[in-house]
C-alpha cells in the first residue's frame, strides 16, 4: 500500500542546490513554472558561497509566488503521509546516511500488509530516488545537526524533525504553534539575515533603492541578532536537549545496570528539560527581534517577490507556461496574471 503516487507527477530536477531544487520539484508539481536556476539566486545571493538555506525561507519563497506553504518543526512520519494523502509536497532536513545536513522531497510512503508504515521514498535533488525504512528516515531526520561526520558539525545542533508544506492556496494549512516557532527562530534569523544581506543589494539593483536599503538595515540586525540568539538557543539549548535525549536512549539499551540506567535516564531527562527551556530563551529573543525588525524588510521582500515571478514566468515559453497554469489554482493565476512581464527583445 503507498500513501499516494506524487513521484509520478513531480518532476524530477536535479541540480547540486538541494533546498532550491527540492522547492522547484514542489512548485512545477503544484503547476508553477519553476527551476533551480531561477530560485538560486534569490535564495543564495553570493554564487557559488552556499551559506545554507532553512525550512522558513523555502516556504516564504513559496507563499511569495502565491502558494499556501507552511514551515514546521518536531514532525513525524505519519504527519508527511496525511500530507501526501491530500496532495500537498513536503520537503525534510535530514543528516542523509549520518553525514552533512541535506533537504530531500518525500513523495511517498509504502506501508505494510498490516497497513503500518514501513517505508518512505524520498526524492533527491542530486538526480535519483531512494527508498528508506521508516526507522532510517526518523535516525537522519531527528535531532539534525550541521553534520554528524565530523566534530565541528555535531557541535552545531540546527532542527528536530523540521519540514516544509506547500499546498495551494486556497488549502489553508495550519500555523505551526509558538512554541514551534521558537524551535528553529534562531536559525532562521541568522541564515535568512545572512542570505538576506546579499539579497538586499539585488533588490536594489533592480531599482528599488528605498525598498532595497531598508531591507539591507533589517538584514544587518537580523545577523547581530541572530548568532548571539543561535548561541544560546542552540550552541548551549539544543546540545544539552539533543544530548539528554541520547543519553535517555543509551541508558535505555543497559538492561544488566539497572542503577546506572535509572541514573542515565534521570540525567537525560534533566538535560533535556533544562536544554529545552535554555532553546526557547534563544528562539524567544530571535522572534521578538524578527518582528521588531518585520517593517524594514517587508517592502522589499514584496518588490523581490515580483521581480521573481517575472523571471519564472519569463523563462517558461508559451506553451509550457499555458499548460502548467491551466493545472494551476485561481490564486495562483491571479498572483502570476499580474506580476510585471518582462519585454521581449527587439
Keep these: 500500500q503507498q500513501s499516494r503516487g506524487l513521484e509520478r507527477r513531480q518532476p524530477l530536477q536535479a541540480d547540486v542546490a538541494g533546498g532550491t531544487t527540492c522547492l522547484a520539484m514542489a512548485l512545477e508539481y503544484h503547476g508553477f513554472p519553476a527551476h533551480a536556476a531561477l530560485i538560486e539566486p534569490c535564495v543564495h545571493p553570493y554564487g557559488n558561497l552556499d551559506l545554507g538555506e532553512v525550512p522558513a525561507e523555502l516556504a516564504r519563497y513559496a507563499r511569495m509566488m502565491g502558494f499556501s506553504?507552511?514551515?514546521?518543526?518536531?514532525?513525524?512520519?505519519?504527519?508527511?503521509?496525511?500530507?501526501?494523502?491530500?496532495?500537498?509536497?513536503?520537503?525534510?532536513?535530514?543528516?542523509?546516511?549520518?553525514?552533512?545536513?541535506?533537504i530531500v522531497n518525500v513523495i511517498a510512503v509504502r506501508h505494510d500488509a498490516q497497513g503500518e508504515i514501513a517505508d518512505v521514498v524520498l526524492r533527491n535533488p542530486w538526480g535519483f530516488d531512494e527508498c528508506i525504512?521508516?526507522?532510517?528516515?526518523?535516525?537522519?531526520?531527528?535531532?539534525?545537526?550541521?553534520?554528524?561526520?565530523?566534530?565541528?558539525g555535531r557541535c552545531l545542533p540546527v532542527f528536530n524533525c523540521a519540514y516544509v508544506v506547500v499546498a495551494p492556496l486556497e488549502e489553508k494549512l495550519c500555523a505551526p504553534s509558538f512554541a514551534n516557532r521558537l524551535h528553529s527562530a534562531p536559525v532562521d534569523l541568522l541564515v535568512s539575515g545572512l542570505n538576506g544581506l546579499g539579497g538586499s543589494l539585488t533588490t536594489m539593483r533592480n531599482g528599488h533603492a528605498v525598498s532595497g536599503?531598508?531591507?539591507?538595515?533589517?538584514?544587518?540586525?537580523?545577523?547581530?541578532?541572530?548568532?548571539?540568539?543561535?548561541?544560546?538557543?542552540n550552541f548551549v539549548g539544543k546540545n544539552l536537549e539533543f544530548g539528554g535525549q541520547d543519553l535517555v536512549l543509551g541508558s535505555n539499551a543497559l538492561s544488566n545496570a539497572p542503577c546506572h540506567r535509572i541514573l542515565g535516564q534521570i540525567c537525560g531527562h534533566s538535560m533535556q528539560v533544562v536544554g529545552q527551556a535554555v532553546s526557547l530563551s534563544g528562539g524567544l529573543v530571535a522572534w521578538i527581534f524578527d518582528v521588531l525588525i518585520w517593517p524594514l524588510t517587508f517592502s522589499g521582500h514584496r518588490a523581490s517577490g515580483r521581480d521573481a515571478i517575472a523571471q519564472h514566468l519569463a523563462s517558461a515559453d508559451d506553451a509550457r507556461l499555458v499548460a502548467l497554469l491551466s493545472r494551476a489554482f485561481p490564486g495562483a493565476r491571479t498572483h502570476q496574471m499580474a506580476a510585471p512581464r518582462v519585454p521581449e527583445c527587439s
Excluded at 224 to 231: Q, R, S
Design 213 to 233: 536599503g531598508l531591507q539591507l538595515v533589517g538584514n544587518v540586525l537580523k545577523v547581530m541578532i541572530g548568532l548571539p540568539a543561535y548561541i544560546i538557543g
Design 69 to 102: 506553504a507552511q514551515h514546521y518543526n518536531h514532525g513525524d512520519v505519519q504527519r508527511i503521509c496525511d500530507h501526501l494523502q491530500s496532495g500537498h509536497t513536503v520537503t525534510v532536513m535530514m543528516n542523509c546516511r549520518g553525514g552533512t545536513g541535506h
Design 133 to 152: 525504512s521508516k526507522d532510517q528516515m526518523v535516525h537522519e531526520w531527528s535531532r539534525m545537526r550541521q553534520a554528524r561526520d565530523n566534530f565541528i
